[in-house]
């Protein structure tokens, strides 16, 4: 005698397909818990704001320091104060030292509120070229090529577009404080853009001979 299969309610047929068809699906299990993603990515203006007018009388000289920001170098206008007397003769030194000082200084709540920051290391020193340097040569305390990338092109951008310590345009020459030749670094859009990118090591830089006085015959 055959046992009668049991039967399944017609109402049931669809609610059993639907679940079969929700299982067959990619395997990802649906959730209600919220996905804590993290905040959206935040927009700085990057607007330089106005600076402070200097004191009558103190000694100083307008510049354009490279501050970051943005991942970016801005530069931002200064009047870079300068010390009468100091231990460093050499004038190219002396005003390399005093924009050294202004890069290490933190920026005014008003520009850090606009993005800007600085990876210029504290108790960094600028001093003379040692004997058989190029011309226009700045040692620093520290080696450049030890230096973090970024504060390294804020340096190099910096120094560049002075006209108290760079020539003209062209490359910045620095050494540390070793008897290592120093070397040359450009303050290209692409370290300007991208200043973590900059070379560490720059072109050895030797200089040029003097020409010899020709003899008569």
Do not use: Y
Not at 12 to 22: S, T
Not at 183 to 206: F, H, K
């Amino acid at each position: 005698m055959r046992r009668a299969l049991p039967v399944v309610p017609a109402v049931l047929v669809p609610l059993v397909g639907i679940a079969l068809l929700a299982t067959a699906g990619c395997g990802i299990r649906a959730t209600t818990v919220p996905v804590d993603v993290g905040a959206a990515p935040s927009r700085v203006s990057c607007d330089t704001p106005a600076q402070p007018a200097g004191q009558s009388g103190t000694p100083g000289f307008p510049a354009t320091v490279e501050l970051v920001c943005g991942s970016q170098l801005v530069g931002v206008e200064r009047l870079v104060p300068m010390a009468e007397k100091g231990t460093v003769r050499d004038p190219v030194a002396q005003a390399a030292q005093a924009l050294l000082e202004t890069l290490e200084r933190t920026p005014s709540a008003e520009e850090r509120d606009a993005g800007f920051t600085t990876g210029v290391p504290a108790g960094l020193t600028a001093g003379e070229p040692k004997a058989g340097d190029p011309a226009g040569t700045v040692r620093l305390s520290r080696k450049p090529e030890d230096l973090p990338p970024v504060a390294l092109s804020q340096i190099v951008c910096t120094l560049a577009g002075s006209e108290t310590v760079s020539a003209g345009p062209g490359p910045v020459v620095l050494g540390g404080p070793d008897a290592d030749p120093p070397r040359a670094w450009e303050c290209t859009d692409a370290v300007r853009s991208r200043p973590e990118s900059v070379p560490t090591l720059g072109e050895i830089v030797r200089p040029t001979p003097s020409p010899s006085p020709s003899t008569g015959r």
